[in-house]
């Protein structure tokens, strides 16, 4: 089955404590990204990847690393997670490019940092 | 920067129904393309409809359509004969040259029976 999958899919975890988020596709798509989604701001971006090795910033990537060693997995890093991280994450992946292409999102991951 | 509007933050129609809901945008490209979302309570991003930019047809999809204006940066969903499953928040989103992708802030749509 095509998909994109994201772990975990709940996180409480506090202000400081290094985490990853991991994100993986199976249909091999080249582009792949991480949003954020906020009651009344709908989703933001926060990376996107053209391809491996690839990575670029998108509207609020402050807080954030992401790395793209393999096509397939995109995580995200919060090296020091804060408060104003709490959100729900969706992973997002499309051949390129990515303007035409649907675009596949994962299940999304509840984050609260306490 | 491009910027995504949807000025509705709810909505509700009859079920059998139609409703429109409103997306504007702003950008200084000439080629793009637009997308329509859905979210229902599972959380799950579904794509409802896209239309590029260059296409004056405006695009279908069973039940969905558009109305896209692309002079007034225009771009709405209607939904005709709504059914309870329609219920869900809808995003408008934009994707230019850049590659990135913008949404707008959501429309919580509730059908009723």
């Known amino acids: 089955e095509a998909q994109v999958t994201q772990n975990p899919r709940y996180l409480i975890t506090v202000t400081g404590k290094k985490l990853t988020v991991t994100c993986s596709q199976n249909?091999?798509?080249?582009?792949m990204s991480w949003y954020r989604q906020d009651p009344g701001l709908g989703l933001r971006q926060i990376y996107y990847?053209?391809?491996?090795?690839?990575?670029d910033k998108g509207d609020v990537p402050e807080g954030y690393k992401v790395s793209r060693k393999e096509k397939r997995n995109f995580p995200l890093i919060l090296e020091s997670p804060s408060p104003n991280q709490t959100s729900l994450y969706f992973c997002?992946?499309?051949?390129?490019?990515?303007?035409?292409?649907?675009?596949?999102f994962g299940p999304g991951t509840r984050l609260t940092v306490l | 920067a491009q910027t995504v509007t949807q000025s509705q933050p709810e909505m509700s129609v009859q079920e059998a129904e139609t409703v429109t809901l409103s997306c504007t945008y702003d950008?200084?490209?000439?080629?793009?393309?637009l997308f329509w979302y859905k979210q229902p309570p599972s959380r799950q991003m579904i794509l409802v409809i896209r239309?590029?930019?260059?296409?004056?047809q405006n695009a279908t999809e069973n039940r969905f359509s558009v109305n896209f204006q692309k002079a007034a940066k225009s771009f709405s969903l209607k939904i005709s004969d709504s059914q309870l499953g329609d219920t869900a928040m809808y995003f408008c989103?934009?994707?230019?040259?850049?590659?990135?992708?913008?949404f707008g802030a959501g429309t919580r749509l509730t059908v009723k029976p």
């Open positions: 997002a992946s499309s051949r390129v490019p990515p303007t035409y292409n649907e675009q596949f």
């Open positions: 249909m091999n798509h080249e582009y």
């Open positions: 990847s053209m391809n491996v090795e690839v990575t």
């Open positions: 950008t200084s490209e000439s080629n793009y393309y």
């Open positions: 239309q590029e930019a260059y296409k004056q």
């Open positions: 989103a934009f994707s230019g040259g850049n590659n990135d992708m913008r």
